[in-house]
């Protein structure tokens, strides 16, 4: 749990979900419970672990980029 008590982690992890989902742990119903599960590895592996274990569909290409401005 040392990971998610650190908000840098949780930071980076939100940070990618929104990056390529457009959606935040907040906003996917992920506590603590369900996080704690990916903690063990880095944020962006991480997030891109529980979009995987969750079936969240990716933005296209041209949405990233939207996204990221």
Same mark, same amino acid.
């Given at each position: 749990?040392?990971?998610?008590?650190?908000?840098?982690?949780? &930071?980076?992890?939100? !940070?990618?979900?929104?990056?390529?989902?457009?959606?935040?742990?907040? *906003?996917?119903?992920? @506590?603590?419970?369900?996080? !704690?599960?990916? &903690? *063990?590895?880095?944020?962006?592996?991480?997030?891109?672990?529980?979009?995987? @274990?969750? *079936?969240?569909?990716?933005? @296209?290409?041209?949405?990233?980029?939207?996204?990221?401005?």
């Amino acid at each position: 749990m040392s990971r998610l008590t650190g908000n840098a982690w949780l &930071a980076e992890f939100d !940070q990618t979900l929104q990056r390529y989902y457009a959606i935040t742990c907040e *906003d996917a119903g992920a @506590d603590g419970t369900v996080l !704690q599960r990916y &903690a *063990d590895l880095p944020a962006g592996e991480a997030a891109m672990a529980f979009a995987e @274990d969750y *079936d969240l569909g990716p933005l @296209d290409w041209w949405s990233i980029g939207r996204v990221m401005r």
